[in-house]
């Protein structure tokens, strides 16, 4: 099933908009031709988005090597583009995996940077993506995470958008 990515975009919670608007913003900066999923990584490592931040303390991989990694794979991006970039098309999987996450593992209506996390670890097409760009989230292990992301996001300020009865 594909679902329309202005739809999947309209169901990233408020952190994670930011962060893709800061990722366009780079990316445009930069004269890079696609906004890329590693723009998008490297906005909410930066920006200390809680869900990453929990996960990334949780499993003990430093948020400063995850942040040299990401931007050296930035940097190696294509360079010269003067027109809009274009999304990459690995938002859509990456997106629709992340709702799906974020409704079934923790009832909620909204993509948060934890499920965006998991989802690049859980779908093998994405997973080579860090493989290239930021091999220290490798260190994460997928199983471990699923199990323990209800509690590890507990009580983060990405928590808002759980479906509640009478809603």
Request: proline share 6%.
């Amino acid at each position: 099933m594909d679902i329309d990515i202005r739809t999947l975009l309209s169901r990233l919670n408020p952190v994670c908009k930011h962060a893709m608007e800061l990722a366009a913003q780079l990316c445009v900066r930069q004269t890079h031709y696609n906004v890329d999923v590693e723009h998008l990584l490297l906005q909410l490592v930066e920006s200390d988005a809680p869900d990453l931040r929990a996960i990334l303390e949780r499993f003990n991989v430093p948020a400063a090597d995850v942040t040299v990694q990401l931007q050296k794979a930035v940097d190696q991006f294509k360079r010269g583009n003067g027109r809009t970039p274009a999304l990459s098309p690995n938002f859509s999987p990456l997106f629709q995996e992340a709702w799906l996450l974020s409704s079934m593992l923790l009832g909620e209506q909204q993509i948060r940077s934890g499920t965006i996390l998991l989802a690049l670890l859980e779908v093998d097409s994405l997973r080579g993506l860090l493989l290239d760009s930021a091999p220290a989230l490798l260190a994460i292990p997928r199983a471990s995470l699923r199990d323990a992301l209800p509690a590890v996001l507990a009580g983060s300020s990405e928590d808002g958008g759980r479906v509640r009865p009478g809603r």
